[in-house]
C-alpha cells in the first residue's frame, strides 16, 4: 500500500505558476500509474491529468497545450503537476492519486490511493 501527501498549494494570483509535488512512501510509485485531480466548491472531483507508470502515457483534460504538465521522478518516488497561467477557476482542492495498472484513467473511481489533497486559490 502507497501513502501520498501533496504539497505546493497556496494563494496565488491569476496569471502564476504553481508546481505541486506529491510525495509517495510505503511502496514504489513505479508500480503505478498516477493521477492529478481537483474538486472545486460545490463541484464533483474532476480529472487534470495522468501519467502512465512509464511516463510515456500522458492524459489532460486541459484544452490549452502546455499550461497543465504532469511529470514523475520514480527516483524520488514523486508526482508533480505544472500548472501555468492560473486562472481564478482553477480555485480548487487538488489530490494526487496512484492506480494499479499501468496506465492512468480519467475517472476517480479507477485510482485505489488517494492523498488529503493541497488547496490551490487563485484570486483575480
Known amino acids: 500500500q502507497v501513502s501520498l501527501v501533496e504539497s505546493g498549494g497556496g494563494l496565488v494570483q491569476a496569471g502564476d505558476s504553481l508546481t505541486l509535488s506529491c510525495a509517495a512512501s510505503?511502496?514504489?510509485?513505479?508500480?503505478?500509474?498516477m493521477g492529478w485531480f481537483r474538486q472545486g466548491p460545490g463541484n464533483e472531483r474532476e480529472f487534470v491529468a495522468g501519467?502512465?507508470?512509464?511516463?510515456?502515457?500522458?492524459r489532460y483534460i486541459e484544452p490549452e497545450p502546455g499550461r497543465v504538465i504532469v511529470s514523475r521522478d520514480n527516483a524520488k518516488n514523486s508526482v508533480y503537476l505544472q500548472i501555468a497561467r492560473l486562472k481564478p477557476e482553477d480555485t480548487a482542492v487538488y489530490y494526487c492519486?496512484?492506480?494499479?495498472?499501468?496506465?492512468?484513467?480519467?475517472?476517480?473511481?479507477?485510482?485505489?490511493?488517494w492523498g488529503q489533497g493541497t488547496q490551490v486559490t487563485v484570486s483575480s
Open positions: 510505503g511502496r514504489s510509485i513505479s508500480t503505478y500509474a
Open positions: 501519467i502512465s507508470r512509464s511516463g510515456g502515457n500522458i
Open positions: 492519486a496512484a492506480k494499479e495498472s499501468p496506465n492512468s484513467g480519467t475517472v476517480y473511481y479507477e485510482y485505489n490511493y
